[in-house]
């Protein structure tokens, strides 16, 4: 915390403390007038971990006396909010006014949808998400439309996503909009195109420092390498074995290779882990030791030895389920030798998984049984139909080239306008080369639209136009709350009987409420900009009585008195898409969200896996154990469930006849049934999953429809398709 400036890797294990020491270094920067408040960069990967960094830091400086620095003037934040915050500035440099939209994963799907219809390019061939997924990934590695083919060879599909690239962004720029991975990428085009501005941030920020380094893409790299500039102080705090989000671009590399680009630094590692039993560490340096590409170094701990790991072996994923439901029971039966109750609450708890797919049936188990649980991941506030709906209202009168949130709002709240007039307002844009907003307001010149339907859009018009006047005229509070009676929502609801609905709509305007009393002048904008980069992990409620629920992706940062992996089995965990052509650089990405997970266990670990497991539409096939559950020390296990010679000898080929089931990485956002994904229906059109249940040929869908309502469905004859 006290080495002198130049550049700095602190490998971090888990549980080490690497917020105390980010926090502390920030702290002593300042009081030891090394460096002013102003003039620190401080860069995290969620907004939780920034506000709990600020927090600290104000905690620290206060013990100090005679320090009076506030927190304010730190530049503390993600790397969305910052670029975010660089862009605000000079976006117009770029050709976008600062108004700019963000678009998230639903916005970019439905911008691409008609990208694709519009160059005829078939679904079978390249879905919207595929491509989404393929651009996100291009401007992760900082690749362009136009140097699309230095880094990839040229084919059909590569040709056809090189061109949807190009389109798509021509798109976001005439609909003054940017998406996620725009915000990494257009500060590094403003640094490349106008070097004073970057000489500008390379000044005020004389010192850079990076929480979960591992995690960064070769975008975020650039960006912090442009910055240190010439001076090179970059303080990074990071885990190599923590290293999980392969899948949406982050490179390990950057945190292997530190020290070749920056031969000067020192490195200092911690090893002393402060949250999990001696067993629970030996377990999980047992595993990634396998790993080749990784950093030498072993946690340790002065806590007890603790219980050793206790491996579950289920019949089924039904039975899983319920074992697990089981051990929580027994869990809060347990007495000390005293005599004494553990005093266990509901919240210790966690159950991870691999994939979102596998909660389902955990879920049904804890329902029944009056266990209350929180799901991390699900299907977020802020992407409920009618909390977008407005958000949309919110986005259009901010930046009025936002086609698609126009899109989404002339037709909401139901004024007969439909898509084929819709689709001649887009038409009529492009041929007179202005935004859609603007064509609504010439919609009197298209002959090709009835009179009829030319005055609702123009009374359309005038009602967003009401609303561009009094944004600067009455409080964010008091215009929302003008703008959802004047849409006569609630009212709509209410004969509907759609009570959650309402509740979701009052919780909207208490959020604004909320942000403007804690942010004095808060605007549109400012608004729209929280809601965009905001994550699941930010709305956990840590104080609330529930058995936690999510991915071991999601997981990352958190920690558990007790936790449960379940559905080890190879194919599930470790997650291999296309086994054959599987790289070892795979394998050990996977090895490492193992290592994530056994590390989030504070006491006591289980380890799950099935015999058998259902696969929708592919029936039910066997399962081998983990390669992990073989790579544990056995010495650590609890009495274990199954003899050695049963887990699986990834060396031996399985039978034909007992293949394992091919699973889907979620993390991509791969087509899967479950609660949150958009279906098409051949009569209802196009909706939103609200709840499943059973599986195979019986498994039924519970679809909120955006203009027939909410209809039950059972998935193997109810012509759904999922987009």
């Not at 709840?691 to 909410?710: N, W």
Request: glycine residues 6%.
């Amino acid at each position: 915390m006290q080495t002198e400036l130049g550049p700095v890797l602190v490998l971090a294990g888990a549980g080490s403390g690497k917020t105390r020491v980010l926090t502390h270094r920030i702290a002593y920067l300042i009081q030891q007038n090394l460096v002013p408040a102003e003039n620190i960069l401080a860069v995290t990967f969620t907004n939780k971990a920034a506000q709990e960094m600020r927090e600290r830091v104000q905690r620290s400086l206060a013990n100090i006396p005679g320090q009076h620095t506030s927190t304010s003037k730190l530049w503390l934040g993600t790397f969305h909010s910052i670029c975010a915050r660089m862009l605000r500035l000079d976006a117009d440099r770029l050709g976008f006014s600062r108004q700019f939209s963000i678009y998230d994963t639903e916005d970019q799907i439905a911008l691409l949808r008609r990208i694709l219809e519009e160059m005829f390019v078939p679904h079978e061939h390249l879905s919207a998400n595929q491509a989404r997924h393929r651009i996100s990934k291009a401007k992760n590695g900082f690749i362009h439309p136009e140097n699309y083919f230095d880094f990839y060879r040229p084919s059909q599909q590569e040709d056809v996503i090189a061109r949807v690239y190009e389109v798509y962004q021509q798109r976001l720029r005439e609909n003054n909009a940017m998406d996620f991975d725009d915000l990494l990428l257009k500060p590094l085009l403003l640094f490349q195109q106008y070097p004073e501005i970057l000489q500008n941030y390379q000044r005020r920020f004389r010192y850079i420092l990076v929480d979960e380094f591992q995690d960064t893409n070769r975008a975020q790299y650039i960006w912090l390498k442009a910055l240190a500039g010439a001076t090179r102080h970059l303080f990074v705090v990071g885990d190599d074995d923590q290293s999980i989000y392969r899948w949406r671009g982050a490179e390990v590399r950057n945190i292997l290779d530190f020290e070749n680009d920056f031969p000067e630094c020192k490195i200092f590692r911690l090893e002393q882990n402060y949250r999990s039993t001696a067993n629970i560490l030996a377990a999980a340096h047992s595993v990634i030791v396998n790993n080749k590409n990784r950093m030498s170094k072993q946690l340790w701990t002065r806590r007890e030895e603790g219980e050793r790991v206790i491996v579950l072996a289920a019949a089924n994923e039904y039975h899983e389920a319920e074992t697990m439901h089981d051990k929580i029971r027994e869990e809060f039966g347990r007495q000390s030798a005293e005599g004494r109750n553990y005093g266990r609450s509901f919240r210790d708890f966690a159950i991870l998984y691999r994939t979102n797919a596998q909660s389902r049936l955990i879920e049904d188990v804890l329902r029944r049984n009056g266990i209350p649980y929180i799901i991390i991941g699900g299907l977020r506030f802020y992407e409920r139909k009618e909390v977008k709906d407005i958000l949309a209202y919110l986005r259009v009168i901010a930046n009025p080239a936002d086609g698609v949130s126009l899109r989404r709002v002339i037709n909401f709240p139901l004024r007969g306008i439909g898509d084929a007039t819709i689709n001649k307002l887009e038409q009529f844009a492009q041929s007179q080369q202005i935004t859609t907003f603007q064509a609504v307001e010439r919609a009197a010149e298209i002959a090709s639209i009835s009179a009829g339907l030319r005055n609702k859009i123009l009374e359309f018009h005038r009602f967003l136009n009401k609303y561009i006047q009094l944004k600067n005229t009455l409080s964010l509070p008091e215009w929302c709350n003008a703008l959802v009676d004047d849409l006569n929502l609630i009212q709509q609801l209410k004969q509907e009987d759609e009570q959650e609905r309402i509740e979701n709509i009052r919780e909207l305007m208490l959020a604004i409420s909320e942000f403007a009393a804690q942010n004095p002048g808060a605007t549109i904008d400012s608004f729209l900009e929280r809601v965009a980069l905001i994550t699941d992990i930010d709305n956990w409620d840590t104080k609330g009585n529930a058995v936690t629920l999510m991915t071991l992706h999601s997981a990352k940062g958190l920690e558990f008195p007790i936790v449960f992996i379940a559905g080890l089995e190879e194919g599930l965990f470790p997650l291999l898409r296309g086994e054959e052509n599987a790289q070892e650089s795979d394998l050990e990405e996977e090895r490492r969200l193992f290592y994530v997970g056994v590390t989030r266990a504070q006491e006591k670990l289980y380890l799950s896996y099935s015999q058998a497991r259902s696969r929708y539409g592919n029936g039910t096939h066997h399962c081998y154990p983990s390669r992990f559950l073989a790579e544990l020390d056995e010495r650590l296990l609890k009495q274990a469930v199954v003899r050695r010679q049963r887990f699986y000898d990834y060396e031996d080929e399985p039978e034909p006849d007992t293949s394992m089931p091919v699973y889907e990485d979620e993390s991509q956002e791969a087509g899967v049934v479950r609660p949150g994904r958009w279906v098409m229906h051949t009569s209802f059109g196009r909706g939103r999953i609200v709840s499943v249940d059973g599986s195979g040929d019986s498994m039924k869908v519970t679809v909120h429809f955006e203009d027939a309502g909410q209809k039950k469905i059972l998935v193997k004859y109810g012509n759904l398709r999922l987009i």
